[in-house]
C-alpha cells in the first residue's frame, strides 16, 4: 500500500478525457473510460521529483494530449453517487 500524486487543479491543459465511443484495438468501442490526464500527469511526476529528494517541480513537455479545452480541477471530483471511496 502507498501513497501516490494527485492534480489540486488544472491550468492551460485538459482535465479530464472522456472517450466513450473511441474504437480500441479490438474495434469495438469504448463505453465508459474517462481518462483524468492531470491526476495521471500529477502520479508521473511524483517518478521524477521522489519522496525525499525534494525535487519540487516538473516540466513535461511533449505530451500528446487530446484536443479538448483546457479543464478545470472540478472537472476531477467525482459526484458523490459515483464515488465508491466515500
Known sequence: ??????????AGM????????????LRTPL????????????????L??????RVPVVIARGLDLPEVAAGTGQELVRPSELDLFR
Open 14 to 25: 485538459p482535465a479530464v478525457a472522456r472517450l466513450p465511443g473511441t474504437p480500441r484495438r
Open 48 to 53: 521524477l521529483m521522489g519522496k525525499t529528494r
Open 31 to 46: 463505453q465508459a473510460t474517462v481518462v483524468a490526464i492531470a491526476d495521471e500527469l500529477a502520479a508521473a511526476a511524483e
Open 1 to 10: 500500500m502507498g501513497l501516490v500524486n494527485v492534480a489540486l487543479g488544472v
